[in-house]
């Protein structure tokens, strides 16, 4: 298992799986960077972000994707639950592994997971909105 840290960013993030796949890292865990512990049996692996590395990943999703299934997981990102990168991770690994569109099917876990976190999010952000507005 390799221990794949990140800066806390989108960015970050993106830049992780990108590097992920270059150096075909196996059984990856992605954590931020500040929560890296090095295991007694496993590896660690720092990322840096890079905006061109990043920029690649996104593009890629970029056609994958709908413009409603890029927000979802932007969404999931920001929600900060714990694990949610590896989650990322392998919405992302299962986005480009298929061929057909796969933000709609439900029977995958990751996929279930990113659309109800996403889902958390907006209701959260539009709770806050009507807060701040009537304040």
Known sequence: ????????????????VFEIYEYKLSQPSIVQSL???GSLFGQTHDVITHRDKSNRV????????TPNGL???YKTF???HKDIENVIFR????????????ENNFSNADVLLVQQTSR????EKHRMEAFVRFQ
């Open 1 to 16: 298992m390799v221990m794949v840290g990140y800066d806390g960013t989108f960015e970050g993030l993106l830049s992780a």
């Open 78 to 80: 920001l929600s900060e």
């Open 71 to 73: 927000s979802q997981l």
């Open 58 to 65: 996104y593009k890629k999703l970029k056609d994958k994707l």
């Open 35 to 37: 929560n890296l512990n």
């Open 120 to 123: 958390k999010v907006h209701r």
């Open 91 to 102: 919405y992302i690994a299962y986005t480009l592994a298929s061929k057909a569109s796969v």
